[in-house]
């Protein structure tokens, strides 16, 4: 049972540019989140998606975007890359019908670079 | 807003020392979870209290809820290489949000 996969596992982009990460949820789950990691920080929330919307969003500008498909995966778009955009993202999936505060299992993770 | 904050943010020990790393919150939590994060990989996920004074053990590893349900902590007893990485707790953000709000994390390291 593939666990949640993200692709790709690493990306350089120039600024101003604009890139697109995507995630695939584990088997089971409905749910995706999206998380920045900096280096040597704790993960910050980006936004949620349930049945295809977005429900939450965390402090973040209207420069990241998302989506949400019919098979539950789902992409993060960031435009106008600036070079604070540089950390990891990671996506985080919960399973179907549980409780809103059920824990996360979040993929490895898009290193992106902008230089 | 809301904030968790871990205490200390590295740790050095030899193997077989314990270990504990704190955490405490600006507001009251509905639960909070703990994950760690070895070099170069994902959190995953470790344990949730919900509890007020909950403590739960996992073999040698000992996670407690405070009584007022704002601070938490994490204690590994003896330990050993396979526990270097970085340990996050977090708290779903005020009124039943399902944001998580990690804090920046404890970075332990084991000299053999």
């Known amino acids: 049972d593939a666990g949640v996969t993200q692709s790709p596992t690493h990306l350089i982009k120039t600024r101003g540019q604009q890139v697109t990460l995507r995630c695939s949820p584990k088997?089971?789950?409905?749910?995706v989140s999206w998380y920045q990691q900096a280096l040597g920080q704790g993960p910050q929330f980006i936004f949620q998606y349930y049945e295809e919307e977005e429900r939450q969003r965390g402090n973040f500008p209207d420069r990241f975007s998302g989506h949400q498909f019919p098979n539950y995966s789902s992409e993060l778009n960031v435009n106008a890359l600036l070079l604070g955009d540089s950390a990891l993202y990671l996506c985080a999936s919960r399973r179907q019908g549980a409780v809103w505060n059920s824990p996360l299992h979040f993929g490895n993770g898009t290193r992106l670079t902008v230089t | 807003g809301q904030q968790v904050m871990q205490i200390p943010q590295y740790q050095h020990v030899q193997e077989g020392e314990d270990f504990t790393t704190y955490c405490n919150s600006s507001?009251?939590?509905?639960?909070i979870q703990w994950y760690k994060q070895r070099p170069g990989g994902h959190p995953v996920f470790l344990i949730q209290?919900?509890?007020?004074?909950e403590v739960k053990k996992q073999k040698r590893l000992t996670f407690q809820f405070g009584e007022a349900k704002k601070n938490s902590s994490l204690h590994i007893t003896a330990t050993q290489t396979t526990d270097v990485g970085t340990y996050f707790c977090a708290g779903p953000n005020q009124g039943g949000s399902e944001k998580l709000v990690f804090g920046k994390g404890t970075k332990l390291t084991v000299n053999p």
């Open positions: 507001t009251t939590l509905s639960n």
């Open positions: 209290l919900v509890k007020s004074g």
């Open positions: 088997s089971g789950h409905d749910t």
